[in-house]
């Protein structure tokens, strides 16, 4: 005796093309989140590599230059 797979109802099929959609559709924007999430630690990491640059870069200069003497402020008098 062969036996058929048995019939699933319409309300069964019908739950789980929704629950289907909704994991497929949950499973996109978990997916688009780490996708943005990665772009910005890429940002993020390469903007600090530009300020460390920058920063180095300004200390050279820096350290090149003469020290200047500061002037002293002096108060108005009346």
Not at 36 to 54: H, P, V
């Amino acid at each position: 005796m062969t036996t058929s797979p048995p019939r699933i109802s319409a309300a069964r099929r019908n739950a789980e093309a929704l629950l289907d959609r909704a994991t497929k559709k949950e499973e996109g924007f978990k997916l688009e989140l780490k996708r943005e999430q990665e772009e910005m630690a890429s940002k993020t990491a390469r903007l600090r590599a530009l300020r460390l640059a920058k920063e180095e870069a300004d200390q050279k200069v820096a350290a090149m230059q003469p020290d200047r003497p500061t002037k002293t402020r002096r108060s108005k008098q009346k």
